[in-house]
């Protein structure tokens, strides 16, 4: 389960109470068992990167929980007279709300992977399709982690020729396959001879989804097809980055 900075707020104002002032009163003894563990155990589910805290914030919330953990295990084998100690002169609870107070529930959103595509909406398409692909690849779904790059390759050559205004001819530059697009890029001069090669050779890692050819030839998508068609991918952004204005 998935636990916001906000809901261990809510949780250490509903079961322990928020106070005035986070100087210690030794109030956490032994009645707050069952709430201490639930609180720590709700620490738990919190997704590290929502923990956003400058080092020595985050140095006293590692102590606080530390001296909680410590506090319960002595607790759990019959120490109840045990008293929570104190961090730095501080009550660890209410500093440990005071710290997930500064977190956020959600995470700014990520630099664009295509800044020079001025469209919000096909560039938000084409980031969805890279961020696929790595998703893919991490857990090892080399086909989904060829797709996605592929088409995401795909995508950003469709992008390049319908903003250059040079006209597609008999198709359509939106009717045209992968093939037909680089070709169309380089003769246009709006890629180079070297992207445009990285370009064919991650249309031929991605041929390889094709049952057919896969069944006649014994080839199937794997770690470098993957690797193939992403390093195309970032070769055409690294490239048209500098170009597009």
């Known amino acids: 389960m998935r636990i916001l900075p906000s809901e261990v707020v809510q ?19 032994y009645k707050y068992f069952p709430d201490l563990k639930s609180i720590l155990a709700l620490l738990e589910e919190v997704p590290t990167e929502l923990i956003d805290l400058p080092f020595q914030s985050y140095l006293e919330l590692t102590r606080c929980r530390a001296v909680l953990a410590a506090t319960i295990a002595r607790w759990e ?14 009550d660890p609870i209410e500093r440990i709300r005071l710290l997930m107070q500064q977190c956020h529930d959600k995470l700014p ?14 560039r938000g398409s084409i980031e969805d399709k890279i961020r696929a692909s790595w998703t893919s690849f991490d857990v090892q779904e080399w086909l989904g982690a060829t797709t996605f790059a592929g088409a995401a390759l795909e995508a950003i050559l469709l992008w390049t020729l319908d903003r250059s205004g040079i006209p ?37 890692a991605r041929n390889l989804i094709h049952a057919g050819r896969e069944e006649r ?19 055409m952004v690294e490239e048209l980055s500098t170009r597009t204005p």
């Open 168 to 204: 597609a001819g008999k198709v359509a530059y939106n009717e045209m396959h992968l093939p037909e697009l680089i070709d169309a890029a380089q003769k246009a001069g709006l890629i180079s001879s070297n992207a445009a090669a990285l370009a064919r050779m991650a249309k031929d």
């Open 77 to 90: 084998v019959g120490d109840s007279a045990l008293v929570v100690r104190d961090v730095g002169g501080r």
């Open 11 to 29: 949780a250490i104002e509903l079961l322990i109470g928020a106070k005035a002032t986070d100087i210690d009163d030794r109030r956490l003894a």
């Open 217 to 235: 030839l014994g080839l199937g998508c794997s770690k470098a097809s993957s690797l193939t068609a992403m390093a195309a991918l970032y070769a």
């Open 109 to 122: 959103p990520p630099e664009p992977e295509l800044p020079f595509i001025d469209d919000l909406t096909r």
